[in-house]
């Protein structure tokens, strides 16, 4: 049988489309049909100065954009080699954190809600809400932040800002441990879980995933440790990595992230420089012509801009590399042989967003 | 015209019932499972939201009436009403007190599962008639799961009826005078408990519907008071029959302290769906090839040892057999519980999430 | 290993193959011919010290006179980014496909093909993948420019059978 699979389905975040051929509850092959969302940005890039583009960035994963932001500002900074003052750093990394956590809040929840859990995703939604709440204090936007600027960050730190982060970060790992005692023990969550959608390192790495989908398979790597950018280094964190790489590992691995971000955040706000937070710029961005790559580690995974210059106003070339497009890729390879019930249990725990997948 | 008063009286309650659990139980299901999700769930439409309910009966009775293209119209529009048919039928022989019964028949628990399995053949030709493919899945595996499930029901019913030594609701209830058949068989009320969410097509079982895979499931393509009929009267019609028949065998039926009434029954009724409603917000749902592993290879192995030893113990202790069933049920029913706690599986899971600070 | 060790590995490795080996920051660029390119790229995976067995993406650049394929590469082991750069013919522009060396290639290469016209040669699958253009519609070249949307006068012709969509397959089939 063949069962067409979206794109308007309850539980395809967005409009993911999959064509699946059925044998009775079992699934032999899997064909995704992308491009629903595409909106064409790496040719509107092409089309717009460096900063007009800017206030697009952060619609594509729209779930955590300023990671996208964050990307764009450091290819430029490549490119006009010019480095932000300490404080902007921090505050990149503490507005980071947060899209992090909002990021992976939603993962999880969504997970639990294709399987058929309820309550999980209200719980981590009411709690999202608390970190929407400090970012909108932080950048003035609950989602679409406009935050980084070439050179900085927009703006400084409102007042009340690190007191309620503080008073949010002392709660957050006791919401946690909620989550973790609805969900971590829960038996058919267990049998729906563990086993599932297995990726073997090898596998992994052949696939090109990333993120915690990569470190699930037992890969260590996070772009924040191994390929280290902005101030990461200085900054003290674990990096959770499972063993078996199925869809358990993958949810365990972004709770444990979530208590990492706690930890980062809480060190960046202690070791908060004083100075300025941007840096003058000319109004109209020319950078020199070349080539310049810049990558983050986002919620989920790889988020890197390749940016080719030529002197003028606008990019020459803007390719964004997205790590849900090749979770995406992976479905063919693992979803034949489980179960139908299977095809939204595993593609929940890659965490996509189609968004950011067909840009 | 005692007759007529009778027959009135059983057609305001067999069709009132069903109805009004329609319009209760969604509502206390949204309250409910808001307050455990902490929200509030909906509190708009009058004094705490209570008109609700009301104001979704309204909106799908105005709702244009759809039939899909391509579908079997006749079976589309049948398949609601004979999935609606059951709770109608089986309220009939519930005791609701002492000398308050519609039919007091003398083969009631029969009855109540013969009218039991009807449900699935409503559903069954809703996912057939339809025409759409999720419906038929959904359609295929209420029938796979409801027919498995039926059979650890039926035989925990049939152990009820051994240590009462009669068919008849009315005789259950007379049984349970000095103490409920839930003290005395508690295994067979866990599984009656699992296996009734499994026929209710409730939350860790409710594969038919499966929201986030199939769509709706079987009542994907239905559309206003069809929808409803699904939604409100089938379903909440058979939870509260099913409700009503395990406060009737294992709770006691009308039965209470002071004196025995219909709301002692009703209480009774209210624990139970409250008791579906918390699994509803608390589980995530089963794969179609768990849940009959677990109908097979746990609940009917169960239940068979369940009712040989009982069995046994009645012929071996023909007059003093209530002491050594509950001993024997009480701990297997332990046992059971200790088997399936998470503690065991969990400390695996710890073991498993090494962590790795490169 | 910094920089320079990748770049003094690649430089041994790749010798009789690249045209040209650099440093771009702190990427190791291997500038070489589309033909060579599935042999380094082979290369690169396996060499124990490189270690590149992870292919970040694929994807190419429209330039005036030329179309360049570019191929970044990562390594679980060091933090060094490799760029591999193949420069094509704007008319024709072919490449052999990497699709069995990493196989998250065969999407990037997929994309690719959709949004800028590279053939990747030896593909198993090179369909459209975001956009349903016609063919020779590739936006992401310099020279597409934006077409009308055609629109015709909508009418009730009766519900008929669904039309199939894209990959699909065949409505009859019911098992």
Known sequence: ?359 | MAFFEHLIAAVVIAVAAPALSAIVFPFAVRRLSGFMSDRLGPNRVGPAGLLQPMADFLKLLLKEDITPDRSDRLLFMLAPVIAFITPVLAISIIPFSQGFTIANLNVGLVYVVAFGSFTVLGILLAGWASHNKYSLLGGLRSVAQMVSYEVPMILNIIIIAMLVGSLSLNNVVGAQGRVWFIAVQPLAFVVFIIAGMAELNRTPFDLPEAESELVGGYMTEYGGMRFGFFYGLVEWGNATIWSLTGATLFLGGWRGPFAGSPGWLILKVLVLVFVVIWFFSTFPRLQIDQLMNFAWKVLIPLSLVNLGVTGLLIILLPNNFLPPVAAFSWVSVIAFILLFQPVLKKSLIHKRLRRAAA | MTSEDALEAAEALLKDLAADIFLAGARVEVALDADSLPEAALRLRDDERLDYKYLSFASGIDFPDRMEAIYLLRSASHGIVAELRAGLDRGSPAVPTLSGIWSTAEWHERETFDLLGIVYEGHPDLRRILTRGEDGDFPLRKDARPHRVQREEWSFKGVGAPKRLPGEGNRTERS
């Open chain 1, 1 to 359: 049988m063949v069962l067409n699979m979206g794109p308007q389905h309850p539980s395809t975040h967005g409009v993911l489309r999959l064509v699946l051929h059925l044998d009775g509850e079992l699934i032999v092959s899997v064909d995704p049909q992308l491009g629903y969302l595409h909106r064409g940005f790496e040719k509107l890039a092409e089309n717009r100065t460096y900063m007009q583009f800017f206030s697009m960035l952060s619609r594509l994963d729209y779930l955590a954009g300023y990671f996208m932001e964050w990307a764009y500002v450091r290819a430029i900074e490549d490119l006009m080699e010019i480095e932000p003052p300490p404080r902007a750093e921090y505050l990149r990394v503490i507005a980071g954190e947060l899209n992090r956590i909002i990021s992976h809040h939603m993962a999880i929840g969504d997970y639990l809600l294709n399987l058929g859990a309820v309550t999980p995703v209200l719980w981590t939604f009411r709690d999202r809400e608390e970190v929407l709440d400090l970012l909108e204090l932080l950048t003035g936007q609950r989602m679409m932040y406009n935050f980084a600027r070439v050179g900085g960050v927009r703006y400084d730190l409102p007042d009340g800002f690190e007191e309620q982060c503080r008073k949010f970060l002392k709660r957050f790992p006791a919401m946690i441990d909620e989550y973790e005692q609805l969900i971590t023990g829960n038996e058919i969550f267990l049998a729906r879980s563990l086993g599932m959608g297995v990726i073997s390192p090898e596998q992994a790495l052949d696939f090109g995933l990333s993120g915690p989908n990569l470190r699930a398979s037992g890969v260590p790597v996070d772009l924040r440790r191994h390929n280290p950018y902005s101030v990461y280094p200085e900054l003290d964190f674990e990096i959770p990595a499972g063993a078996n790489g199925d869809s358990f590992d993958r949810y365990k691995c972004r709770v444990e992230e979530m208590r990492q971000s706690v930890r980062i955040i809480g060190q960046a706000l202690d070791a908060l420089p004083g100075g300025p937070v941007n840096m003058r710029i000319p109004p109209m961005l020319r950078p020199p012509a070349g080539e310049s790559f810049a990558a983050v580690e986002t919620g989920r995974g790889e988020w890197s801009n390749y940016l080719v210059s030529d002197g003028s106003l606008r990019p020459f070339r803007l390719k964004l590399r997205d790590s849900c497009f090749v979770a995406i890729s992976t479905l063919p390879k693992i979803l034949p042989g489980n179960k139908m019930a299977d095809v939204v249990g595993i593609t929940g725990s890659l965490d996509l967003i189609m968004g950011a997948v067909d840009r």
